[in-house]
């Protein structure tokens, strides 16, 4: 067996564990994430670490009070960065009021759940949001 049969394989054996545990939704955002980076001169910019250790990062666009792009770097697991991925999703097209609306529960349901241990990683999300939100704040109004 060469390195890459093996690498494939201990890659299925990790994929199929975490089938077991997580949602297709949570697996799909984590191992593809969606707007991964960092928007340079964002209109706002959020960063915090959670109670786990891991970082996350949101940095929005807004134009016409409507948040038109928005990226997310995280260090963190998989969860994490599922959690960010998705929320740069629901947050597209939205208004900073609408925006501010999500919650970790609307996270958590978008993901189609997460067994109660990462739980905390949708809070960490949506305060991360949160801080970007208040960085645009403090810039434009």
Excluded: W
């Amino acid at each position: 067996m060469d390195l890459d049969e093996l690498a494939e394989g201990l890659e299925s054996m990790i994929l199929e564990d975490a089938k077991k545990v997580f949602s297709e939704t949570v697996i799909e955002y984590a191992y593809n994430p969606r707007n991964v980076g960092v928007i340079n001169n964002a209109d706002g910019v959020g960063k915090l670490t959670g109670t786990c250790g891991d970082t996350v990062q949101i940095s929005i666009r807004v134009e016409n009070s409507k948040i038109t792009k928005s990226m997310f770097i995280s260090d963190g697991c998989g969860t994490s960065i599922a959690c960010g991925s998705m929320l740069t999703e629901m947050i597209k097209d939205k208004t900073i009021e609408e925006a501010l609306m999500i919650n970790s529960n609307d996270l958590l349901r978008s993901l189609d759940g997460l067994p109660e241990e990462y739980v905390h990683c949708t809070v960490l999300a949506v305060n991360v949001l949160q801080a970007a939100i208040d960085d645009y704040k403090k810039k434009f109004t």
